[in-house]
């Protein structure tokens, strides 16, 4: 059993600045990449910030130079750090991971149960 629990959706006002934090627990070996997905009313849920085993990232145009997402291994933690946000920015935001949970190298995407993050004035 694997659980991805998130934290630090509020309400913010447009050009201030929000740091979610999503934590893995439960039985695993191993981690590897790790990211963050949002979804609108109305929208489709789309990817925001990816991170790789080895540190690489990726990031949606709409966020490039806003956003900044990182994590630390040995807290098992992926961290996305929003700047300059705007209500456009207004969303459902959820934690994903690909995670190996046996001995066997074979690995799962599991999901965060989502955070509200809401930038209005």
């Known amino acids: 059993q694997v659980q991805l629990v998130e934290s630090g959706g509020g309400l913010v006002q447009p050009g201030g600045s929000l740091r979610l934090s999503c934590a893995a627990s439960?039985?695993?070996?191993?981690?590897?990449?790790m990211g963050w997905y949002r979804q609108a009313p109305v929208k489709q849920r789309e990817l925001v910030a990816l991170?790789?085993?080895?540190?690489?990232?990726n990031y949606a145009n709409s966020v490039q130079g806003r956003f900044t997402i990182s994590r630390d291994n040995a807290k098992n933690t992926v961290y996305l750090q929003m700047g300059s946000l705007k209500t456009e920015d207004t969303a459902i935001y959820y934690c994903?991971?690909?995670?190996?949970?046996?001995?066997?190298?074979?690995?799962?995407?599991?999901w965060g149960q989502g955070t509200q993050v809401t930038v209005s004035s």
């Open positions: 439960g039985s695993f070996f191993r981690i590897f990449d």
């Open positions: 994903n991971a690909d995670i190996q949970t046996t001995k066997k190298l074979v690995s799962a995407y599991y």
């Open positions: 991170i790789t085993t080895f540190g690489s990232t």
